[in-house]
């Protein structure tokens, strides 16, 4: 154990246990300042920020809101002071930690003023003048909704020389099939004032060829432009078409990763679709897609880092694949290694004998994610009995 801290103890007028945790995410600009930080959502709508002192190894709180009416938060991408959030109802809320020259009474006015339902639980006990990690309200620059996109979705932002980019990558349902969207909305501070908050200076869009459930290919028409806030209400996510009753919900991606420039799909059939995303200042596009065979039973989940190496898990049994995906689309099809446990040099476990047999098949892997050095998995028991992190050491 490295450090730990109560997250129900700083939850709002509700009692112990309301407040489940739905996702983390987190921010390693200054880890090798020592420092990382971690936001939290929750089942209720509400959200967290807090450091991990990796020196003192200390957790502290930095920021909670309380919860929300909107929903459920299932997806989060945060790069101080942005951060990014999506509910189950793909209800996508922006916000900025820092906005300078705002008093804080003034910015939770024009946050609440903006359509938000959360509300801020700091209190001025809670903030001495000294702590510097205390965080004030955020500030919401925006929120986008639709009717049309659905779960799954892969939410990030990534910092460029003058701009800031936030993204979502979404799927939805079209005449033709399902589809997976990119936006990008583009934030840069003021250019007329410093003391303003930053502004969201371009928004675009780009989407993928359909696929029907069949894995046809077939064309698309365009997006529409989503449109910008008009008083409290929200944008739209751009969406190409309105989605048919038959055509379900089972038929397209179950999970979506997304670390520019590479956006990674699993798909009911065992498979993933890599695609290649290219951003400029003026344009955004998505390459076809190619098909990544290997899997031999369903695919709970699959990560990939900008530099095109990714890992994908098997739900059932220990089937994991570590795919090395960079430069694929000079026409070369993707190929993955299977991961086999082997012996444990601490425990002196050894490895079944036909690499399947002694497998926990009743378990489910629920996630997967990686470096250079291990593979983690998440691991559900059977029933919901309880849950385990398998670490897998490459060195």
């Not at 020592?34 to 509400?46: E, M, N, Y």
């Not at 990014?84 to 922006?94: E, F, R």
């Not at 033709?176 to 200076?201: C, F, M, N, R, Y």
């Amino acid at each position: 154990m490295l450090a730990q801290i109560d997250l129900e103890s700083c939850h709002g007028s509700g009692g112990p246990g309301e407040a489940e945790p739905s996702f983390v995410a987190i921010d390693d600009a200054r880890f090798n300042d020592g420092s990382l930080d971690i936001a939290v959502g929750f089942v209720d709508g509400g959200f967290g920020v807090w450091r991990l002192d990796t020196r003192k190894k200390r957790l502290m709180r930095r920021y909670r809101h309380e919860n929300s009416t909107n929903g459920e938060l299932v997806a989060m991408a945060y790069s101080h002071p942005y951060l990014l959030t999506a509910t189950g109802s793909v209800l996508i809320s922006l916000y900025t930690f820092e906005v300078p020259g705002l008093e804080e009474g003034r910015g939770r006015g024009r946050h609440e003023h903006r359509g938000t339902k959360f509300t801020t639980k700091e209190r001025s006990a809670d903030r001495p003048a000294h702590d510097s990690t205390i965080l004030a309200a955020p500030y919401l620059l925006t929120s986008l909704n639709s009717h049309t996109t659905r779960p799954p979705l892969a939410l990030s932002i990534r910092k460029m020389a003058a701009t800031t980019i936030a993204s979502i990558a979404y799927t939805f349902l079209t005449r033709q099939g399902w589809s997976i969207g990119v936006q990008d909305l583009h934030i840069q501070p003021s250019p007329t004032d410093a003391k303003l908050a930053p502004e969201i200076t371009t928004t675009r869009i780009a989407y993928t060829t359909p696929v029907d459930a069949g894995g046809v290919s077939r064309p698309s028409n365009p997006p529409a432009t989503p449109r910008r806030r008009v008083g409290h209400r929200p944008t739209n996510l751009g969406t190409s078409s309105e989605p048919l009753s038959q055509i379900t919900h089972e038929s397209g991606p179950k999970t979506l990763s997304y670390t520019h420039p590479y956006l990674l799909a699993t798909l009911p059939d065992n498979t993933l679709v890599l695609y290649m995303c290219t951003s400029s200042p003026s344009s955004l596009s998505i390459s076809s897609g190619i098909r990544l065979w290997g899997h031999t039973s369903g695919i709970s989940d699959a990560e990939i880092t900008a530099r095109g190496k990714a890992v994908s898990v098997s739900s059932r049994g220990e089937e994991m694949r570590v795919w090395e995906l960079e430069g694929r689309f000079n026409g070369m099809s993707g190929r993955s290694v299977e991961i086999r446990p082997g012996q444990s040099p601490a425990r002196g476990t050894p490895s079944p004998d036909d690499g399947r047999s002694a497998y926990d098949w009743d378990a489910k892997r629920n996630w997967v994610g990686f470096d250079d050095e291990m593979v983690i998995v998440l691991k559900e028991k059977a029933g919901g009995a309880g849950e385990s992190l398998m670490v897998y050491d490459f060195t």
